[in-house]
């Protein structure tokens, strides 16, 4: 086909999955991705788990900081209610 094509070597394949090239009857080496689809989903199946793994540790983290803002602002409030405790008896 005429124009540019995205593809594989198939020599830097074969270093890796050699099963996926054969040699052509005049030589040349050609994929033929044998099992090449079950090896894409698992590894979107991976990147899936990595991805919901960070999300889980994202989520977490901010549950944690959320949870100690909170509880600073918890305490500041009892502070202020005791500023004005202090200021009132002052007061009288």
């Known amino acids: 086909l ?5 593809g594989m070597i ?4 074969a270093e890796v999955f050699p099963d996926w ?13 044998r099992g090449f689809e079950a090896l894409v989903v698992e590894a979107l199946r991976e990147l899936r788990e990595e991805k919901d793994a960070e999300i ?6 901010k549950d944690r900081e959320i949870n100690q803002l909170k ?3 918890l305490e500041m409030q009892e502070n202020v209610i005791n ?10």
Request: glycine residues 8%; proline residues 2%.
């Open 71 to 73: 509880a600073d602002y």
């Open 2 to 6: 005429p124009g540019e094509r995205i």
């Open 83 to 92: 500023i004005e405790l202090i200021l009132l008896t002052l007061i009288k």
């Open 56 to 61: 889980a540790r994202l989520r977490e983290e």
């Open 10 to 13: 198939a020599q830097e394949v």
């Open 21 to 33: 090239v054969d040699e052509a009857g005049d030589g040349y080496l050609r994929l033929t991705y």
